[in-house]
């Protein structure tokens, strides 16, 4: 069974930084794309990052290139957000995807992160 | 990046059928096949419900059937029942990127 379990969110401070896991379980994490994909409360879903096979190839939204950078463990099984520079309109829930071939087939439950002073 | 358009909300009875609509453009809906339908209930992840535009994964029911026509996208859930009600995604991609539209809230009413 595939598994994705998102750690690492919480309460940060304008400015601060938070770096978000995803463990992946019960399929060959190596050869799949990633994604992180966000959702303000109360708000849609909104693609934020990718990441190929390897790590040799990422892609970010406008709204979080140059502050947050995608990457994956393919021996921990884990992919990686590191986020910097946080700013209120970060705050949302953090889901991980997994790609199966131009769409998003399993989701984890997702990980809060709040940008608050 | 484009955007893909949906209605916001969307409503039937029990045993109706709804249609809900995803707009794109001629540089992502029209020219390929990779719609995906995505169903949200509150508080839970987004689960894949459709992809390639019409498939279906394992365990979905065929009560929902997805379509295109030109840069417009289709969901449609038939024989509606209570547990339907919930959020409901499109996606396309840019390249290699999804792309997400708004979203469209489904009332079961």
């Known amino acids: 069974e595939v598994q994705l379990v998102e750690s690492g969110g919480g309460l940060v401070q304008p400015g601060g930084s938070l770096r978000l896991s995803c463990a992946a379980s019960?399929?060959?994490?190596?050869?799949?794309?990633m994604h992180w994909v966000r959702q303000a409360p109360g708000k849609g879903l909104v693609w934020v990052a990718r990441?190929?096979?390897?790590?040799?190839?990422?892609s970010y939204a406008d709204s979080v290139k140059g502050r947050f950078t995608i990457s994956k463990d393919n021996v921990k099984n884990t992919l990686y957000l590191q986020m910097h520079n946080l700013r209120a309109e970060d705050t949302a829930v953090y889901f991980c995807?997994?790609?199966?071939?131009?769409?998003?087939?399993?989701w984890g439950r997702g990980t809060l992160v709040t940008v608050s002073s | 990046q484009s955007a893909l358009t949906q209605p916001p909300s969307a409503s039937g009875s029990p045993g109706q059928s709804v249609t809900i609509s995803c707009t794109g453009t001629s540089s992502d809906i029209a020219d390929y096949n990779y719609v995906s339908w995505y169903q949200q209930h509150p508080g839970r992840a987004p689960k894949l419900i459709i992809y390639e535009v019409s498939k279906r994964p394992s365990g979905v029911p065929d009560r929902f059937s997805g379509s295109k026509s030109g840069n417009t996208a289709s969901l449609t859930v038939s024989g509606l029942q209570t547990e339907d009600e919930a959020d409901y995604y499109c996606s396309s991609y840019i390249g290699t990127n999804p792309l997400i539209g708004g979203g469209t809230k489904l009332t079961v009413l």
């Open positions: 990441i190929n096979t390897d790590g040799s190839s990422t």
């Open positions: 019960g399929f060959p994490f190596s050869n799949f794309w």
């Open positions: 995807a997994r790609d199966g071939d131009y769409t998003l087939d399993h």
